[in-house]
């Protein structure tokens, strides 16, 4: 079957999205392998749940919006901070930049991978190229206008995932898990995105704009309720790399 070229920029964009902070931290193997059990679990109980009770979670109604929030609360957050409680004794003294090591993880399986690689290896394997000129500019240019809201609903998941993975960590570390609870409102992000999924009230720009807004404000409350500012805002910036000192002779 012929695809659309267009139809490869929404996984791309969450690639790209879901890759660069991988790149930019210095990784740490068992975090990564944490986040990965963390966050696919999280994934398939939301997919047992919603399948148990389908005509509750297929309805418009302000209980099914706040389910979406909680399931993301107590599956995503609450896993996050559940796998890594389970290696607490290996973990080295709350360094916040591991906090955000692992938070990136956790957004890097949900864009790069469950967005990102995998969307792109199927439309790769049921496509077929376009041999004509004419052909090519026959396809519909359709996703193009929401290819830069698209980044912000990207780039909105990633400080999300970021935020609760670098709570989730330091509540560990602290041995004080009440301090998740401050990263519920982040949550309920995807309260909102189930409600414009339902009646698209808005249109999606609009629809982006508030979310980052909402994140935005929503990361920077449970940063400061959990006393992480501004230690956590030092540590998104870039890394010294100690360079060996020349040795004489």
């Known amino acids: 079957m012929?695809?659309?070229?267009t139809d490869f920029l929404a996984p791309g964009i969450a690639l790209v999205v879901g890759t660069l902070p991988v790149l930019y931290f210095r990784r740490n193997a068992a975090l990564f392998g944490i986040a990965a059990l963390a966050y696919f679990v999280a994934i398939g109980g939301k997919v047992v749940v919603e399948g148990t009770f389908p005509s509750f979670f297929s309805r418009a109604a302000i209980p099914t919006y706040l389910a979406y929030g909680l399931l993301t609360f107590f599956l995503e957050v609450g896993l996050a901070w559940a796998f890594l409680h389970s290696l607490r004794g290996q973990l080295p003294a709350p360094d916040q930049r591991?906090?955000?090591?692992?938070?990136?993880?956790?957004?890097?399986?949900?864009?790069a991978i469950l967005l990102g690689l995998l969307p792109l290896l199927e439309l790769l394997a049921v496509s077929q190229p376009?041999?004509?000129?004419?052909?090519?500019?026959?396809?519909s240019a359709?996703?193009?206008p929401s290819a830069l809201p698209y980044l912000g609903e990207r780039t909105a998941s990633l400080i999300a995932h970021?935020?609760?993975g670098l709570v989730a960590y330091v509540a560990v570390v602290r041995n004080r898990a009440r301090l998740v609870?401050?990263?519920?409102?982040?949550?309920f992000l995807d309260s909102i995105a189930s409600w414009w999924d339902f009646t698209h009230a808005v249109s999606y720009p609009v629809l982006i704009g508030g979310l980052l807004a909402y994140v935005l404000v929503a990361s920077y409350f449970a940063l400061w309720a959990a006393g992480l500012l501004p230690g956590a805002l030092?540590?998104?910036r870039p890394e010294r790399r100690e360079v060996p000192t020349p040795v004489d002779g």
């Open 234 to 236: 030092r540590a998104l």
């Open 130 to 139: 376009s041999v004509t000129l004419a052909g090519g500019a026959a396809y």
């Open 181 to 187: 609870w401050v990263t519920l409102p982040l949550a």
């Open 2 to 5: 012929y695809v659309n070229p």
């Open 142 to 144: 359709s996703f193009l």
């Open 98 to 111: 591991l906090g955000w090591v692992y938070g990136t993880d956790l957004a890097f399986f949900e864009n």
């Open 162 to 164: 970021g935020v609760w």
